[in-house]
């Protein structure tokens, strides 16, 4: 019988305390404090489940939920797509490939802050680029509901689309030729070379990127 080595253990122990310092230990430190009522003077008092009851019973709390399961599903409906359309239509060679990395990073490495601040400047009626303009058309996204809410949607479309485009490229470029020559050979069209070819290959790197996006988003 062939000798198991625990060596490797040792390498990944350090990853798995720093994962217990960064995860673990918060959120148990959050689950001490889900059943206990902290009072003024520092003073713990052990309640249970009375914070969960109080929240389940909580209309507040319902209509702030389907509200961010609208807005996660609005987000994967509109950047899953999108983000599979750009990288179909991504350079496979030349000089256009990093170009085209590089654009698509861009938006990824702007902090959600700066992003707000953007956008906010964008719509300002005395600066904004767009702000005269959505102030004409009646779109008003600081006192409407509505308006800001598909403000966010629009924000977080242009932030991370990227992301799931950049996905779906490493999961197009990973496709063997192969494939794509027999397609040629048995004259398939570009919408089946996509139903079965590129989404089916594409599937593990979608699901990564739905889980992502849904994460992020709700």
């Known amino acids: 019988m062939k000798p198991v080595n625990h060596r490797a253990w040792f390498l990944v122990a350090p990853m798995l305390v720093l994962v217990a310092f960064t995860a673990v230990i918060p959120l148990m430190t959050v689950v001490n404090y889900s059943v206990q009522y902290v009072a003024t003077n520092a003073q713990f008092h ?3 489940d009375l914070w969960f009851r109080e929240v389940l ?22 950047e899953i797509p999108l983000g ?12 256009g490939v990093p170009v085209c990395l590089v654009l698509m990073a861009l938006p990824l490495l702007i902090p959600w802050y700066v992003v707000g601040m953007i956008w906010q400047m964008f719509g300002r009626v005395d600066i904004g ?19 800001a809410w598909f403000t966010l949607i629009l924000m977080d479309v242009w932030h991370w689309t990227s992301l799931v485009a950049l996905l779906a490229y490493a999961g197009l470029v990973s496709i063997p030729d192969a494939y794509y020559q027999a ?12 139903r079965y ?5 594409l599937r593990g790197v979608l699901m990564i990127a739905v889980l992502l ?3 992020d988003s709700f």
């Open 46 to 48: 052990w309640v249970g």
């Open 57 to 78: 019973h909580s209309e507040k709390f319902w209509n702030a939920l389907w509200r961010n399961l609208v807005f996660s599903g609005f987000i994967l409906a509109i």
């Open 84 to 95: 599979v359309l750009i990288a179909l239509n991504m350079p496979r060679k030349g000089w």
């Open 129 to 147: 680029l767009m702000g005269v303009m959505l102030r004409d058309l009646g779109y008003n996204y600081e006192g409407d509901p509505i308006d």
């Open 183 to 194: 397609a040629r050979i048995d004259g398939a069209s570009k919408f089946a070379v996509l």
């Open 197 to 201: 070819i590129q989404l089916p290959k």
């Open 213 to 215: 996006r849904f994460m």
